[in-house]
């Protein structure tokens, strides 16, 4: 069966530090993968896109940036950062070349504090 | 562009009572249509989805149906448990690039009393 992994659980960093949260799939090969951020009392917004190794899509400009090294793993990073960072981001999957879509399947999410 | 308005909450109920959660989406064509739930401290979690208009999807007792004449989801359950108190997310696909963005809703937030 598929499982997605996601880590760390919670962070707290202070403003100007990297980030690195990783997130990785098993059990499936060539998932699309995506980014979520969900602000406190706000809805979701897709942050980066990825169809394969080395494909990344922004959805919006920011102070992040994202990467696929390896087939199954996707990683979100950011060089310093802001306060307005602080967030619940989310990892999903979802099958590639599928004729129709059937859902994400999301991990459980880092939840992440700019001090 | 897609977008998707969910009934503002919180929303608080006694259990067993009837729930209703209003979603209206506005798109180009048919999109698919989903609802996902996350319970506190957790990722999101595929609750039911409908595919076509006039589909009606169901699950844990949670049902919607896909209405085009009103472009609406709303999510219904006939007696409610203290363990649906959860965020609850109506969302959209759309085609991008060779993947597929789920728009979402703001989230109605559900209490639950015993």
């Known amino acids: 069966s598929q499982t997605i992994h996601q880590w760390p659980a919670t962070l707290v960093q202070p403003v100007g530090s990297p980030l690195s949260l990783e997130c990785t799939v098993e059990g499936t090969s060539n998932p699309n993968l995506y980014w979520y951020r969900q602000a406190a009392g706000r809805g979701l917004q897709l942050l980066f896109y990825?169809?394969?190794?080395?494909?990344i899509s922004s959805e919006v400009p920011q102070n992040l940036s994202a990467s696929r090294p390896q087939d199954r793993q996707f990683i979100l990073s950011s060089k310093k950062l802001l306060l307005s960072d602080s967030g619940f981001y989310l990892c999903?999957?979802?099958?590639?070349?599928?004729?129709?879509?059937?859902?994400?399947?999301f991990g459980s999410g880092t939840r992440l504090t700019v001090v | 562009g897609d977008s998707v308005t969910q009934m503002e909450g919180p929303v608080t109920l006694s259990e067993e009572a009837f729930l209703t959660i209003n979603c209206t989406y506005t798109a180009t064509g048919y999109p698919s249509l989903f609802w996902y739930v996350q319970y506190p401290g957790e990722g999101l979690q595929l609750l039911l989805k409908?595919?076509?208009?006039?589909d009606k999807g169901s699950n844990k007792g949670f049902e919607a149906t896909y209405r085009k004449e009103t472009t609406s989801f709303h999510l219904e359950k006939g007696s409610v448990q203290v363990s649906d108190s959860a965020v609850y997310f109506c969302a959209l696909v759309r085609g991008i690039q060779g993947a597929q963005k789920l728009v979402f809703g703001q989230g109605t937030r559900l209490t639950i009393n015993p």
């Open positions: 999903a999957w979802s099958v590639a070349g599928q004729e129709r879509f059937y859902g994400y399947t």
């Open positions: 990825s169809v394969g190794i080395g494909q």
């Open positions: 409908a595919t076509k208009a006039d």
